[in-house]
């Protein structure tokens, strides 16, 4: 049924209705009953918050609200249920997302999307709230293309969507981060150690820009920005000249691999390195105050456009608001890392 589709062209609702395909009618904007969210792609703290924001503000705006659980992959399955103002109670401060997520590659399909529509049918979903980073947008996109309203709220501890300066999660991974350099630098100080600590960030560099500045790293790797061993060593030693005996090295997870980077300090130097890979602990926790907050009024913007009749946009916090943009839009944009900030933390060491 779905295999003129596979080359990666989606139909809209219109032209399914006209082929038979379904009963859906996509000549006018749809009238919102029923909401659902999803959380998708790699958790973040303040996920749960964002979650509890949502079911109440729609509940107390008369919706009728749901919850679909594992992400895209649950939708796909129809694992959607209703969600009342009690079901959300305690969640405000739990890391993690209740609804739980998953990084789905069936719904990256032509027919992913289209299984993904018909159960927003089959349940009454006229709108779904997704929050999540990129990945996730582009599933919510291929849904509004066919005719499904979505609005996107920004949640990855990367803080790598290029339209917003924010996302939920961001804060908390950071002081998570932070306060485990702290630790690590007492005892390289105490051993007179290098200490090679590996963040999270497969293709942004923000996590570790901000918490090599925040712990006074001597180097910060980032995926952004080509790097060399030999500039890495010269650097330490220069330190070393000036008196010092223990060294940070951040790298984010992208730019190169700590184990390694440790193996080849402590050869050129003869200063003994250490690596330490921080992972999965950064992505947990419960959320900090700016999450929290973020996270509240972000999921109550996201009822604000559905009222409003606003579909299809991504919520943002932009020059110092919460606000929204169209997804379209938002997924076109590029975001760049500041090096300026990068060249200051050079002078900091
Ligand atoms: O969610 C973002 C992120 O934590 C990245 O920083 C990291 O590269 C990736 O997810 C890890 O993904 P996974 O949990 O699937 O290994």
């Known amino acids: 049924m779905f295999e003129e589709y596979t080359n990666g062209n989606l139909p809209n609702l219109k032209e399914m209705k006209a082929k038979n395909y379904d009963n859906i009618d996509a000549s006018q904007e749809p009238d919102v009953h029923g909401i659902a969210v999803l959380t998708s792609g790699g958790d973040a703290p303040g996920m749960n918050a964002t979650i509890r924001a949502i079911i109440r503000a729609g509940i107390n705006s008369g919706y009728k ?8 992959h649950g939708l796909w399955k129809g694992e959607i249920k209703e969600l009342g103002s009690r079901d959300v109670s305690e969640t405000l401060q739990r890391g993690g997302t209740f609804l739980m997520t998953a990084r789905s590659k069936s719904f990256e399909t032509p ?38 309203p979505v609005i996107g709220i920004p949640g990855t501890i990367d803080n790598d969507v290029a339209c917003t300066e924010y996302t939920i999660g961001f804060d908390t991974a950071m002081n998570t981060a ?7 630098r007492d005892t390289a100080s105490s051993h007179e150690r290098c200490s090679v600590i590996e963040v999270m960030g497969r293709h942004a560099g923000y996590i570790a820009l901000n918490v090599g500045i925040a712990t006074g790293a001597e180097i910060i790797l980032l995926p952004e920005q080509p790097w060399d061993i030999n500039e890495v060593v010269r650097t330490i030693l220069a330190c070393r000249n000036k008196g010092k ?9 992208g730019a190169g691999s700590a184990t390694e980077i440790a193996k080849q300090i402590e050869e050129a130097t003869e200063i003994e390195s250490r ?46 608001e919460i606000t929204d943009v ?24």
């Open 65 to 72: 609200m749901m919850g679909v659980t594992r992400g895209y």
């Open 111 to 148: 027919e992913g999307v289209l299984q993904g529509a018909k159960m927003c049918q089959v349940f009454g979903v006229d709108c779904m709230v997704v929050v999540g980073g990129d990945g996730s947008f582009r599933g919510a996109r291929d849904l509004a293309r066919i005719g499904i």
């Open 178 to 184: 932070m306060e485990a350099i702290d630790k690590l």
């Open 245 to 253: 005996r223990h060294y940070i090295v951040i790298v984010a997870e």
């Open 275 to 320: 690596p330490t890979i921080l992972g999965h602990l950064q992505r947990g926790g419960s959320p900090t105050l700016r999450d929290r907050t973020m996270a509240s009024l972000m999921g109550v913007h996201a009822i604000e456009c559905i009222k409003n009749k606003k579909m299809n946009r991504l919520v943002v916090y932009k020059n110092g």
């Open 326 to 349: 169209d997804i379209e839009e938002g997924l076109s944009l590029q975001k760049t890392i500041s090096m300026e900030d990068l060249e200051r933390s050079k002078l900091l060491t």
